[in-house]
């Protein structure tokens, strides 16, 4: 089985020269980021998710994790271990904020981290990745005694974060939740209600949980505008820091999934004995902006989880490439049979794994760019443009990527052949484990909605025609290499497409709603694979344009530009079709759907 190698190249080269971390290191809170010291941070993360996290992977999805009889979870075989040791490292903290003793570095450096960390074992990560969005939440919503009881130790990792929204009744439509909030004369709340689906809600990682729960107080208004947000810890926690009474939130079930075997999916009940023990975070009903600061946190996060899937699915099938041998390729020399790698239609499919692959990794990184800026950028105006961009940029990584993980994830299991679909590879895990990334932290139906209603009115479209504008802009500079000459016309193609898409959604979105609706899943295809290109031939322009004339310099623009090449003619070329599903409008689902309710 094919161990993962992080692609340090590749992170390095999106990392300096797609996003613009130096620029990032000028910021104030950021000026720690030397490029020497990041150098050493990504070389000495590569080695620790190489090293100590791959390798509990496979033990994750054959063992997973189990519920005992008294409601505690014992995680996969090598998971603690290893946890320990990423708290040890620090690992948890690097982008976290400093003043609760994080490392205080760009979130884009952070997301580079993760990457590793999500490529190593997808399931395991998703403990840091819902403690990172908890810690979020706390940072910008919760009270400062809050932040000093609970902050701290969730930063190191010592104690883990979980989400807990969903509910039997109430899962994309959050509003229809029913956990009940009481208050107590000394200020406490009491929860009553049972989530579902709560990953990692309990577990033998950490020695406290704090449990982030969506909750109705009495009287409250019905909808998302009557949710609170509390933090219910597992153990109650001490003035001074140290743990007290065990609380009344249980585990009372695990799931049994198709993949992430190892992430604990649990069904947690709180207060179901004493009612469990809760302080409201925020104002009382304003629940949906603390959980927003969670899930956006989160959605950029699962939308690396199509890149790093992806990545280890490559890996794999080319390793896989390199050593198979059947029939004979078109030129074979000799009698040998061929490897795969050198049959047209395997090399087609590996290339486009790598393209999609760099494209992806770029639109995320400049997403998370965009999150830095609007978090530390100097002015109102850069504040305001970051947070523009990255509201735009989110519901893209999240939908895009993990839709092309899935499809990614399947491509490696095609290379395999046979092989791929028995469960010996390894290769079946990757798919298995990708296709959750759709469905969770909103299903990437509710991205589509999320950027037609909300992200592309914008300043009346103003926003995306900006971000449109700079697309159509990398087109034109590139055009003047005629190496990127190709890549350059399919984008420069896709931006019109886009553009005119969005000008129809604009148009029609308050007087032909349902038809909006129904184009909105392909536009935010449109908008991402335009995104990414564009992402991608940047980072093709500035390889061209290195001043370094030797080799391996030279080497390099040329793999740049085939990337550039591959991903233009095989995805986005696709981008101007698109344009027919984005404005056909609902009539034939609308006849369909009701022949299909009345048959
Ligand atoms: C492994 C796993 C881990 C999870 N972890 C957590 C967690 O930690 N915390 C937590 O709170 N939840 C968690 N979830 C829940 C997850 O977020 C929900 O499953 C998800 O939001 C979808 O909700 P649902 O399952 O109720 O599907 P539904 O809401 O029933 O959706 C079914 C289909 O209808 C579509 N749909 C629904 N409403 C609309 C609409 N308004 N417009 C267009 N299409 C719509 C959806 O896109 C989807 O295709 C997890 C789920 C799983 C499986």
């Given at each position: 089985m094919t161990q993962y190698k992080a692609p340090l190249d590749e992170i390095r080269f999106t990392l300096f020269e797609v996003a613009n971390l130096e620029a990032l290191g000028n910021l104030e809170g950021f000026q720690q980021t030397d490029p020497d010291l990041v150098d050493g941070l990504l070389a000495e993360a590569a080695r620790f998710f190489e090293q100590v996290v791959a390798p509990t992977n496979r033990d994750g999805d054959v063992v997973g994790s189990r519920r005992n009889d008294d409601g505690s979870v014992t995680t996969a075989p090598g998971f603690a271990k290893a946890y320990r040791q990423q708290v040890a490292a620090g690992w948890n903290g690097v982008a976290m904020p400093a003043q609760f003793g994080g490392g205080g570095f760009p979130w884009l450096l952070g997301l580079a981290v993760q990457e590793m960390l999500t490529s190593a074992n997808m399931a395991y990560s998703l403990c840091s990745l819902l403690t990172q969005a908890a810690i979020d939440a706390l940072a910008h919503h919760g009270s400062p005694q809050q932040q000093a009881i609970f902050l701290e130790k969730m930063v190191t990792g010592e104690w883990s974060g979980t989400m807990n929204l969903t509910e039997p009744h109430a899962g994309s439509d959050v509003g229809?939740?029913?956990?009940?909030?009481?208050?107590?004369?000394?200020?406490?709340?009491?929860?009553?209600?049972?989530?579902?689906?709560?990953?990692?809600?309990?577990?033998?990682?950490t020695e406290n949980i704090i449990h982030l729960v969506l909750a109705r107080t009495p009287d409250a208004p019905t909808g998302t505008r009557g949710i609170s947000l509390f933090v219910v810890p597992k153990y109650l926690v001490h003035t001074d820091g140290t743990l007290g009474e065990r609380n009344d939130v249980h585990c009372v079930s695990l799931e049994h999934k198709l993949g992430i075997h190892a992430s604990p999916t649990c069904v947690m009940s709180f207060g179901e004995r004493t009612g469990a023990v809760g302080y409201l975070v925020g104002e009382e009903n304003a629940g949906m902006v603390a959980m927003f600061t969670m899930m956006n946190n989160a959605r950029l996060s699962v939308g690396l989880e199509g890149v790093a899937l992806a990545e280890r699915a490559y890996q794999q099938a080319l390793d896989h490439a390199l050593q198979r041998r059947q029939g004979r390729a078109p030129d074979a020399l000799g009698a040998e049979p061929s490897l795969i790698i050198e049959h047209p239609d395997v090399a087609r499919m590996l290339m486009d794994m790598r393209a999609s692959i760099a494209a992806m990794r770029s639109l995320c990184y400049r997403n998370a760019e965009a999150l830095d800026w609007a978090a530390q950028g100097p002015d109102e105006a850069s504040r305001t443009r970051g947070a523009e961009r990255a509201a735009i940029l989110t519901p893209l990584s999240k939908a895009w990527c993990t839709d092309l993980g899935c499809e990614l994830t399947s491509t490696g299991i095609q290379i395999h052949g046979g092989m791929g679909y028995v469960e010996e590879t390894g290769a079946a895990q990757h798919f298995r484990d990708a296709r959750i990334a759709p469905i969770y932290e909103g299903t990437n139906g509710i991205q589509a909605l999320d950027l037609a209603s909300r992200k592309l009115p914008i300043r009346d479209g103003a926003a995306v025609a900006e971000l449109l504008a700079e697309i159509s802009c990398t087109a034109k500079t590139a055009a003047a290499n005629p190496n990127l000459k190709l890549a350059a016309s399919h984008l420069e193609a896709a931006a019109t497409a886009t553009a005119t898409a969005s000008e129809w959604l604009l148009e029609c979105f308050e007087s032909r709603r349902a038809d909006a609706l129904v184009g909105a899943h392909a536009y935010l295809e449109m908008l991402a694979l335009s995104t990414a290109g564009a992402a991608l031939l940047d980072g093709a322009v500035a390889a061209a344009s290195s001043s370094s004339a030797s080799v391996a310099a030279q080497d390099f623009a040329t793999d740049r530009a085939i990337l550039a090449r591959v991903f233009a003619v095989n995805r986005l070329a696709q981008v101007p079709a698109l344009l027919a599903a984005v404005t056909a409008g609902s009539v034939d689902m609308h006849i369909a759907r009701k022949r299909l309710l009345t048959h």
């Open positions: 229809a939740l029913t956990t009940r909030a009481e208050p107590k004369a000394d200020g406490t709340w009491r929860i009553v209600g049972q989530k579902i689906f709560i990953t990692w809600g309990e577990h033998d990682l």
